[in-house]
């Protein structure tokens, strides 16, 4: 039984003349402590699953639980980061990451002594004290996992966070997030649409498809490269041969999409 079960998940948006199919009739289970990668093209649904995941967006129909139980008795188990790291630019770094305990007020001065230790741990010790402005994108970037981090959720939904990122910064935080979340034996959804990065980070990856948006395959990436940091994956043999797979997959998507 997974830890995370989402059960025939179809959602429709509505407005008031028209109504577009996000989602079909979409089931996953996801076993704790594993890193699965949604992996699709642009308009497949991503954003919206993993909306749904977070309990943002209630959907038309189906259900999705965690441990068995209602995602809505679970909402402090989740921790949700997004592409634009969202950091306040009037408040500085450690300030940042204590927005979440400080809207929930308990343990306060327990939360400060937790952040100081998560930014050391990420190597920002230098820059607790800073404002935004004077980070660097892949720093920015660390400051918004630690801050996704300070609530210690066991599940972490993870939406393109390094697509913003210059190619070299992206690759160092690939590592690092992948050894943290394996330190803190973390389950974790990323949304990407980079085939090497699903590969190198992930457990399993789910191929979707687009109108509507459903999972069209399951890849398990093989035990040789999940054992590897994601720069050490990229060189392994088996890594092109799953990317290859992917991408002549996804391509006869796209081909069949535009007919
Ligand atoms: P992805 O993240 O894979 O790019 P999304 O989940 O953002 O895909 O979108 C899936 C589909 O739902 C797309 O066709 C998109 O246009 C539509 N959609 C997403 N959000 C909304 C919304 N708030 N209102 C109406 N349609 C939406
Ligand atoms: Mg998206």
């Known amino acids: 039984m997974g830890f995370l079960q989402l059960k025939q998940i179809t959602h429709y948006y509505f407005n008031s003349s028209s109504y577009t199919k996000a989602l079909n009739n979409l089931s996953i289970s996801v076993d704790e402590g594993t890193f699965i990668s949604l992996l699709g093209p642009s308009g497949c649904g991503k954003t919206t699953l993993l909306s749904i995941m977070a309990g943002i967006i209630k959907p038309t129909f189906g259900s999705v639980s965690i441990n068995n139980k209602p995602l809505e008795k679970n909402q402090r188990e989740i921790g949700y980061m997004l592409q634009q790291d969202y950091l306040f630019p009037w408040k500085n770094i450690i300030d940042n990451v204590l927005i979440g305990p400080k809207i929930v007020g308990s343990q306060y001065n327990e939360m400060i002594e937790k952040a100081k230790q998560l930014l050391i741990d990420m190597g920002l010790k230098d820059v607790i004290k800073a404002y935004p402005t004077s980070l660097s994108g892949g720093m920015r970037q660390r400051v918004a996992l630690a801050r996704t981090l300070i609530t210690n959720p066991s599940?972490?939904?993870?939406?393109?966070?390094?697509?913003?990122?210059?190619?070299?910064?992206?690759?160092?935080?690939?590592?690092?997030v992948s050894a943290l979340l394996k330190q803190y034996h973390k389950t974790s959804i990323l949304v990407t649409h980079d085939i090497g990065e699903a590969i190198a980070?992930?457990?399993?990856i789910y191929l979707m498809s687009a109108n509507p948006g459903e999972i069209h395959q399951q890849f398990e990436v093989p035990i040789e490269i999940r054992d590897l940091s994601p720069f050490e994956a990229r060189k392994h043999i088996k890594y092109q041969h799953l990317f290859d797979r992917i991408w002549e997959e996804l391509n006869r998507l796209e081909t069949k999409s535009a007919i």
Do not use: G, I, R
């Open 155 to 176: 599940l972490l939904l993870l939406d393109e966070p390094f697509s913003a990122l210059d190619f070299q910064t992206k690759l160092k935080l690939e590592d690092f």
């Open 201 to 204: 980070m992930s457990d399993q």
